[in-house]
Structures are given as structure tokens and as C-alpha cells.
């Protein structure tokens, strides 16, 4: 199988650079994803405020990729 993307540049650049970059966005979601696993799991500073909040955000985090059919696995 095969797909072929065409733009019309420079009238399209904002979404051709949107695909180019797709990869690296991927990547900083993933980063970041894991940044707040390790946060919550591994950080034993936390208060419990501070753990209560980045629970918080990582569930928002994960109902917003999922209201988006974004998949990180």
C-alpha cells in the first residue's frame, strides 16, 4: 500500500509543515506522556496536592488525545 500527499506551496505550507512534523509531535506527546507517568510514579517529593494536581493533568491529557483519536501505544 501506498500514499502519496500533495500540497499546493506556498498557498498550503501551514499544512504541509503540519505533516512534515507530525513525527516530532508524536514524539513530544510521547516524552511528555511519559514525563508524567514518572512524575507520578516514581517522584516521592510530591506533596500531596502537587500529586492530587499532576494526576489531574494527566488524566485531562488522556481524555483530550482520546476526544481525538490520538493513540500513543
Known amino acids: 500500500m501506498e500514499a502519496t500527499l500533495k500540497f499546493n506551496l506556498p498557498d498550503d505550507k501551514g499544512d504541509f509543515e503540519l505533516a512534515v512534523k ?3 509531535m508524536y514524539c513530544v ?3 511528555f506522556k511519559q514525563f508524567m507517568r514518572d512524575e507520578i510514579k516514581y517522584n ?3 506533596t500531596d ?3 492530587e494536581l499532576a494526576e489531574r493533568f494527566q488524566e485531562k491529557f488522556f481524555e483530550i488525545l482520546q ?3 490520538i493513540s500513543l501505544d
Open 22 to 24: 507530525a513525527s516530532a
Open 29 to 31: 506527546l510521547w516524552d
Open 44 to 46: 516521592g517529593n510530591l
Open 49 to 51: 496536592k502537587e500529586y
Open 67 to 69: 476526544d481525538n483519536a
